[in-house]
């Protein structure tokens, strides 16, 4: 939805300020405001307007001193507005206004109360609270200057010159200068013994769907990413079946190296299927190796699979923002949540799997959510993700994990998943679709795309840059010439060694070949889910 930026303390120049917020310009290119406070701090919001596109401008202020600014999306702000700021007078229809209410209303302690994705700030005097959503859907920094001065930013590209330190703000949490951070976001599934629900196959069905239909909420063009995968397929069946009801056609999006790569030839036959307004985008790998450097720039990362993701989704986004689509819906999480990444197969015992699936999803901050998030705000695009409703979390974590390991259906992973939206009476996808094995983003758009890409880099790196890179990135250091290539771009944006420990890299378990690619296991393309999905039940 937007970028913000908030300086607490006195003695910054707001026009720095100013400057540093255009640095995110692309995450809201419809408007941008500053506020100064009377004892100095500073706000800033850069602008992508979803609901109330009139009067919803930010930072916005509160009944009286308080003032806010908001990134995301606030799925329950008319309930709030309608029972527990019923008394509050609204100065727009803007879902963000809730939030700086809920703090006039409840002091520190509401973020469980929104149900939503969210990033914000609140300065209300020498008081304030930063806060960021459950999960990490939306990206917060947070860093200290040379003068004590605080900052939070939507982006490390803000702050990183500013700040002596900085870190990602953890998601689940809120800060404030009394308490420092605090936990709000505590789901009973974090207690790893509790995955103890049996399967309702039915409530995994309408869980999602609800998930769903909240995030049609918007008075913008909403698309749908369509991979042709499960995951993207799935969201695209719900989706497009909710807007039929209202007589509206869903824009769908699929990107591969022609029309012959396994994502586009899957994602072709799921739109045929659901009769979405299909567009398919073909790129070639010297097209994806032009934009290698804009996209590490904009996604913050040196993570390998997250920047061979990165590239097509890059590419893919400024294609759905020039059709004139501002919101996209996509499939991030469910692989974590129900253990689909093919190395999940491998694991040791029933307990690994489930501490794993909550390890990944406590971890997509660091990897899918930022990829997912910065790719398509960087052309003032956002992407909203189903999979990780709270609600659907509690849901689908939380089944036994026996129910969810693919030893128990054959190898067929995410079988509940696949099993649930198998309903005769109500078809939700083609059965070639509904049972494709797990091909991740950046295999699925054309096997030659990484393949080439590791070609290219070998040719950017030299041997003797190779066996220096342990003492020239001594944090995290690169042990294959893609790695340091990705490397060395990054650090010459982000050259602090601040920026450098933000990053996570992504590693699958329990298989020889540590390289992230779903080709690396094994397993790839060895399942045939067709012909075993019919003999498996539950």
Same mark, same amino acid.
């Given at each position: ?107 520190? /302690? ?23 959503? *459950? ?24 702050? *990183? ?49 609800? *998930? ?24 695209? =069946? ?10 509206? /056609? ?156 693919? /030893? ?79 490397? =060395? ?15 996570? /890299? ?13 080709? *690396? ?18």
């Amino acid at each position: 939805m937007s970028g913000l930026l908030a300086v607490i303390g006195k003695g910054k120049d707001p026009q720095l300020v100013k400057e540093l917020s255009t640095r995110m310009s692309h995450r809201g290119p419809d408007e941008s405001d500053l506020h100064i406070m009377e004892n100095g701090s500073i706000i800033c919001h850069e602008s992508l307007s979803i609901i109330d596109l009139k009067s919803g401008k930010q930072p916005i202020q509160g009944t009286n001193k308080a003032w806010m600014v908001h990134d995301g999306e606030i799925y329950n702000y008319q309930e709030l507005k309608d029972t527990v700021l019923k008394n509050h007078t609204f100065r727009t229809k803007s879902d963000s206004e809730v939030i700086v209410h809920l703090y006039e209303e409840f002091g520190y /302690k509401f973020c469980n109360m929104l149900d939503g994705d969210f990033a914000f700030v609140i300065i209300d005097g020498d008081n304030y609270i930063a806060a960021r959503d *459950a999960v990490g859907v939306k990206p917060l920094y947070y860093g200290l200057d040379e003068r004590g001065r605080i900052y939070f930013s939507s982006e490390m590209k803000s702050i *990183a010159d500013q700040c002596k330190s900085f870190s990602t703000f953890p998601p689940g949490h809120y800060y404030t200068g009394k308490t420092g951070f605090v936990k709000y976001y505590n789901p009973e599934y974090e207690d790893h013994s509790n995955a103890n629900k049996a399967l309702d196959f039915a409530l995994v069905r309408e869980s999602l769907i609800e *998930a769903t239909r909240k995030r049609l909420l918007s008075e913008v063009p909403v698309g749908v990413i369509l991979s042709g995968g499960l995951d993207t397929s799935l969201i695209s =069946s719900i989706a497009s079946g909710l807007l039929k009801d209202s007589g509206k /056609k869903l824009p769908s999006f699929s990107i591969g190296l022609d029309a012959d790569s396994p994502d586009n030839i899957m994602a072709r036959k799921a739109a045929e299927f659901l009769g979405t307004d299909h567009h398919e985008i073909h790129f070639t790998v010297e097209e994806g190796v032009a934009v290698l450097e804009k996209v590490i720039y904009h996604i913050e990362t040196y993570d390998i699979i997250s920047v061979r993701s990165s590239v097509p989704m890059y590419l893919l986004s400024k294609a759905i923002a020039d059709q004139g689509v501002k919101v996209i819906l996509s499939g991030e999480g469910a692989d974590e949540i129900f253990g689909g990444h093919l190395y999940f197969r491998n694991a040791p015992s029933a307990e690994e799997f489930q501490d794993e699936t909550i390890e990944r999803v406590q971890k997509l901050f660091t990897a899918d959510l930022l990829r997912a998030d910065k790719t398509t705000m960087a052309h003032g695009l956002e992407a909203r993700i189903p999979f990780l409703d709270k609600d659907f979390l509690d849901v689908a974590i939380r089944v036994k994990t026996e129910e969810k390991q693919p /030893k128990t259906y054959d190898g067929v992973e995410k079988y509940i998943l696949r099993k649930a939206f198998d309903t005769p009476e109500h078809p939700y996808l083609p059965a070639e679709v509904l049972w494709r094995q797990k091909e991740q983003f950046s295999d699925g758009v054309g096997y030659s795309w990484i393949d080439e890409l590791i070609e290219y880099c070998a040719t950017q790196v030299s041997d003797e840059q190779l066996a220096g890179a342990s003492a020239e990135f001594p944090y995290n250091s690169p042990t294959t010439k893609e790695a340091y290539l990705y490397r =060395s771009i990054f650090h010459k944006f982000y050259p602090q060694v601040s920026a450098a420990q933000t990053v996570r /890299k992504w590693i699958p378990k329990w298989q020889e070949n540590q390289d992230p690619s779903g080709r *690396a296991n094994a397993a790839h393309l060895k399942g045939n889910f067709e012909s075993v999905k019919s003999g498996v039940e539950v």
